[in-house]
């Protein structure tokens, strides 16, 4: 289902991961 789920929501999730990066750096 998670897999399922990331290819559904792909881009949701690397926006995220993108905001994680930036707030990191």
């Known amino acids: 289902d998670f ?3 990331y ?3 792909s881009g949701d999730f690397i ?3 993108r905001d994680e990066e ?3 750096f």
Request: hydrophobic share 40%.
């Open 7 to 9: 290819h559904l929501h």
């Open 15 to 17: 926006l995220l991961f």
């Open 3 to 5: 897999v399922r789920k």
């Open 22 to 24: 930036t707030q990191q």
